[in-house]
């Protein structure tokens, strides 16, 4: 059943989103994990469909609609079953370029946020560092303004497409330590000075481009400055709030693809003479996963509707769609991927790739269903 707050025109979005994701992306996820990337043409290909721009003002080359959008956007892409390509677009069209769209001059959105938007530049976000994760306001990164310049010496990992943004919306310390010394700029990354370093290997989300990257006397030019000098932290705080809800969107796709890949293989199965659709532990077990995942579902569509209606309780909504749908995750993957026995641990299978294969230690010398029954018979007889 469709959502009650979904219109025709939402309707007409999601089947053209999901025509693209059928089209271009899911012939290849498979190759593209394994590759651990997906080629830079995907980005001029969804911005050519209007997709990088969702949110953003027509007169940015946006479309000027809602988180609904963005949400419908996810939900779609990700049934080409390949994470890695919806973080990598994600990453493009909301998470490093809102922040522009938000504060930033009329010429950083002409420069980088509308080539951005017509997938011709790759963004990255750059925040956090080696020793900075979870403490955005200990960055070490500074920018030390030198005339017409900042001058920016650093260092910054986990960078979603690091190795091939063509700019990074970049959090620097301009100031104090602690929050109010942080400040945001746009940095090309032909700036001399700026270099990446390793591409890093993922367990998860395989074909997105994750990296670390290196400043080192780089100069920026000052009109590359977004928004106020040491306003950045409050930006990044607002910026937050919609990659929580993109996060929430994507955790919550993918577990239904991973639902639905462990129902496919359920339904087809033979063990000891029936299918494993058709034994009750198995129902049972399913349908749970099935009625937390939609729960969370809900919970996400609530925190969208306060984020639209820009209703302040939309902050706690929105952590709170994050948070159910992250640690849901962690039950639903290895509850799936035990469906699979053996196979939840072989590359081919998608169910295994978006796991990690986690149910390897109880598939192996006798699965845990089947210890329970051995020890069940022994125990509570027949
Ligand atoms: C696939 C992937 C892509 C990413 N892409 C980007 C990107 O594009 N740009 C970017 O800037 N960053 C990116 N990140 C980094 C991500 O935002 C950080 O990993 C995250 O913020 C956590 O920081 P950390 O890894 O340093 O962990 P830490 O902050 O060191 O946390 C370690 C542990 O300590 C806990 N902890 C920390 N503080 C507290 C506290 N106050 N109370 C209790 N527990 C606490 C944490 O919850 C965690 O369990 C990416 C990460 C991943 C995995």
Redesign the pocket.
């Known amino acids: 059943m469709a959502f009650p707050i979904f219109t025709e025109e939402h309707r007409l979005f999601r089947e053209s989103v999901r025509a693209f994701a059928e089209r271009e992306i899911a012939p290849h996820a498979e190759e593209w994990d394994r590759a651990q990337a997906f080629p830079r043409e995907l980005f001029r290909k969804a911005g050519a469909q209007g997709y990088l721009g969702v949110r953003f003002d027509p007169a940015l080359g946006g479309s000027g609609l809602d988180y609904w959008y963005t949400g419908i956007l996810i939900e779609e892409l990700m049934r080409a079953r390949n994470v890695g390509v919806v973080v990598g677009l994600l990453?493009q069209c909301e998470i490093a370029t809102s922040i522009i769209a938000d504060c930033g001059s009329d010429e950083l959105k002409r420069d980088w946020l509308m080539p951005a938007v017509r997938g011709e530049r790759v963004a990255?976000?750059?925040?956090?560092e080696p020793g900075a994760?979870?403490?955005v306001a200990a960055l070490r990164t500074t920018a030390r303004r030198d005339g017409d310049a900042y001058v920016v010496d650093g260092s910054?990992i986990?960078?979603?497409n690091g190795t091939i943004a063509d700019f990074v919306t970049l959090a620097v310390r301009t100031g104090e330590a602690g929050p109010r010394g942080i400040s945001v700029l746009v940095v090309p990354t032909d700036t001399p000075g700026f270099t990446v370093g390793r591409k890093l290997r993922?367990v998860m989300?395989h074909s997105s481009d994750?990296a670390e990257l290196f400043f080192e006397n780089c100069r920026v030019p000052a009109q590359n400055l977004v928004g106020e000098e040491g306003q950045g932290f409050s930006a990044i705080m607002r910026l937050f709030q919609g990659e929580r809800l993109v996060l929430a969107y994507i955790a919550n796709s993918f577990m239904r693809e991973i639902l639905e890949a462990a129902l496919e293989y359920a339904g087809e199965r033979q063990v000891f003479g029936s299918t494993l659709a058709s034994m009750p532990v198995w129902r049972h077990r399913l349908v749970d996963v099935m009625t937390e995942l939609e729960a969370s579902r809900l919970l996400t569509y609530y925190a969208t509707d306060l984020m639209c209606a820009g209703d302040p309780a939309a902050e706690v909504y929105v952590s709170m769609a994050k948070l159910h749908a992250g640690e849901l995750f962690k039950r639903v993957a290895p509850e799936c991927d035990q469906v699979l026995g053996g196979y939840g641990c072989m590359e081919e299978y998608f169910v295994a790739r978006a796991t990690g294969g986690v149910s390897g230690f109880a598939i192996g010398a006798g699965t845990s269903e089947i210890m329970r029954e051995i020890i069940a018979r022994r125990r509570i007889g027949l």
């Open positions: 990453v990255a976000l750059g925040i956090t994760g979870s403490d910054k986990f960078i979603t993922k989300a994750t």
